[in-house]
């Protein structure tokens, strides 16, 4: 009898080990493809986000002198272009760029502040979901037992993304005094803007 009740016990501890195993298997495969769908969708917000700034540059008329359009030609371009060690430098020279023309050209037209806050905003968004799935997916490889048994196999460690994506302020174009009213207060319509 008590051989029949170790045997019980132990296949009871193998089930058990082989479902949480097979459970931890199954949540770290989500956990990359997680990341990967993340980086995918940050990948084509940092590439959205320099075409932005170099549509800009290119179609300012008159804005931009020749060689500020230059420089953020080549910075959008080396963006664009830059491989997997230079990409954090190359759109931290980017988010510059941004920040610096919107402090410089107040007179930049609104679809182009628009496209520029747009894309800089979209790119906030998408390192925040890529490094919240980095985060989650680290913190699960980092325990004990996942380490231990080398269940997330021979991936590499998903790396956080860190860039300087402040977005840039745009002062809005001046109210027209026609939307004020004759006592110099708010009018209503201002208002519900």
């Known amino acids: 009898m008590l051989n029949a009740g170790w045997l019980i016990a132990a296949v009871l501890v193998a089930v058990l080990l082989t479902s949480w195993i097979t459970f931890t298997l199954t949540r770290l495969d989500r956990l990359h493809a997680r990341v990967d769908a993340a980086q995918a969708a940050l990948d084509a917000q940092l590439v959205r986000r320099a075409a932005a700034l170099l549509h ?12 500020e ?4 030609e080549q910075v959008s371009e080396d963006a664009l272009n830059a491989s997997l060690d230079d990409r954090e430098t190359a759109e931290n020279a980017v988010g510059r760029a941004m920040v610096e023309l919107a402090g410089q050209h107040a007179g ?6 628009d496209e520029l806050h747009e894309a800089g905003t979209r790119v906030l968004i998408a390192r925040r979901f890529y490094n919240d799935a980095v985060r ?4 699960l490889r980092g325990r004990r037992m ?11 460690m998903p790396q956080f993304f860190d860039i300087d994506d402040t977005l840039p302020v745009y002062d809005p174009p001046d109210v027209d005094d026609t939307d004020r009213a004759d006592d110099g207060s708010t009018s209503q319509e201002e208002i519900s803007r």
């Open 56 to 67: 800009v540059a290119e179609s300012s008329d008159g804005t931009l002198q020749d060689d």
């Open 69 to 72: 359009r230059a420089r953020l």
């Open 108 to 113: 930049l037209s609104p679809a182009a502040v």
């Open 136 to 139: 989650d997916t680290r913190t």
């Open 146 to 156: 996942p380490r231990l048994l080398h269940l997330a196999g021979h991936r590499d």
